[in-house]
């Protein structure tokens, strides 16, 4: 090499050096305005650094948690209640739209009483206002004052399920159904076995399962819901809650209650998607039959591919459909330990795992057909209204109104443990 080669060698790795050491001169300059001290020795970030990456991050985590509203914001929103969505035994829920565009769903809570009231609010802030899932209505919000407690929802353009199972002239298509039937199930799994502390519903049924734009199902309505630990395994209940049709019949009785009352719930829900029907129906000439019953009949007498309701369909919604009974008949055992966790129940409605043959349900009563009539007014509910200690849902014409034999076997039982019990005092 020769000495002119190693003079430019010898140049170009000064330049090289000098490079180095400008750029990290730059970082080091950089580091330290982003790191000023405070004058208690405290470190901050430089406010460049703040309104372009934390500010943003602290905005976002701010809009997951719910928003305290004023009751003038929600009266300009909802254009002074002018849009009712619907009513009941709760309250009434208003259409409302923000003035950024966002479209929501004002509950407004009135009840019976101010503790009543009281207790929805923080039934629903509790459970809603602390998780997030794609299957769970979300909660934007509420309002908390003396003239107007209300709770914020996002807006489902679809409305409720029950619309397309009993009211709807255009049904959905079955693949869509059995999507809705998956995906409130994935919700309710969720609730049951994914978050710090397990959360009941006590109230799933159609009415309470709504729709997106996109037709994908919400649980909502957590009014009944309450947090429990998982190392309890059982619930101390008050009184029956829920709605009957739905409600599991340990629900209704001094029995020890646990999670498996949702999943029994979804079951009765899972028959009336399979069958686009309610399972009482009075106005079906045809069949006074309980649902359930009826279907249990057909499938063990393996008669249920030849039915109506599979018939005519084609072979991959048979498929789909013969899956769902299964689940559905596993889910409504009487005995709770038998019905299956609702993450399993998701893997076998997406067919990833076998179903078992399911026992019988309705092993225990007596003969199998039933004649639907109207509630009587006996232990705390009344003809028109099924609000029993603890539970604010009102029976309308949009939700069920019939008892079922499993309901009726649980109150001859009541009654006659209540008559050993009055025997045994005397």
């Not at 630990?229 to 009785?253: C, F, K, Q, V």
């Not at 129906?281 to 499938?299: G, M």
């Not at 039915?307 to 919604?317: R, Y």
């Not at 309705?362 to 199998?368: E, S, V």
Request: glycine residues 8%.
């Amino acid at each position: 090499m020769s000495s002119t080669d190693g003079a430019g060698a010898g140049i170009y790795a000064t330049i090289v050096v000098v490079v180095i050491m400008v750029k990290l001169a730059i970082v080091v300059c950089v580091c330290r305005e982003r790191m000023k001290n405070n004058k208690d020795g405290s470190v901050r970030p430089a406010i460049p650094f703040l309104t372009i990456t934390i500010d943003k991050f602290l905005n976002d985590i701010e809009r997951e948690k719910p928003i305290r509203f004023t009751d003038q914001q929600l009266r300009i929103a909802t254009d002074n209640y002018s849009n009712l969505l619907g009513s009941g035994g709760f309250g009434a829920v208003y259409k409302g739209i923000f003035s950024n565009g966002t479209i929501v769903a004002v509950k407004v809570l009135y009840g019976s009483s101010d503790k009543r009231i009281q207790e929805q609010f923080m039934a629903e802030m509790g459970t809603l206002g602390r998780i997030h899932h794609f299957n769970l209505v979300r909660l934007y919000g509420f309002c908390f004052e003396r003239n107007l407690i209300a709770l914020v929802y996002e807006y489902m353009g679809n409305g409720s399920l029950d619309r397309y199972l009993f009211r709807e002239i255009k049904a959905l298509e079955f693949e869509k159904l059995h999507e809705i039937a998956v995906g409130t199930a994935r919700g309710i799994a969720y609730l049951h076995e994914e978050c710090q502390h397990r959360i009941i519903h006590y109230d799933i049924k159609p009415g309470n399962i709504l729709l997106d734009k996109n037709f994908n199902p919400k649980v909502a309505d957590f009014g009944l819901a309450k947090l429990c630990n998982r190392d309890n395994t059982h619930i101390s209940m008050t009184g029956g809650r829920g709605t009957p049709g739905y409600a599991a019949p340990e629900l209704w009785m001094p029995f020890p209650v646990t999670h498996k009352c949702d999943v029994y719930s979804f079951g009765m829900l899972l028959f009336e998607i399979i069958g686009r029907r309610r399972n009482v129906d009075t106005n079906l000439s045809e069949s006074q039959e309980w649902f359930p019953i009826w279907v249990w009949k057909k499938y063990d007498g393996g008669e249920l591919g030849n039915s109506k309701i599979v018939a005519e369909m084609e072979e991959k919604q048979k498929e789909m459909t013969m899956r769902m009974v299964r689940v559905a008949l596993w889910c409504v055992q009487y005995r709770p330990e038998l019905r299956p966790n609702m993450s399993v129940v998701v893997k076998m409605l997406e067919g990833s795992d076998e179903i078992p043959e399911p026992l019988n349900p309705f092993q225990h009563l007596i003969g199998g057909t039933f004649v639907a009539h109207p509630v009587q007014v006996s232990q705390g509910y009344t003809e028109s209204s099924s609000i029993y200690t603890g539970s604010s849902i009102m029976v309308t014409d949009s939700s069920i109104v019939c008892a079922t034999p499993i309901m009726h076997k649980y109150e001859i039982e009541l009654a006659s443990s209540r008559v050993d019990d009055s025997s045994r005092t005397h």
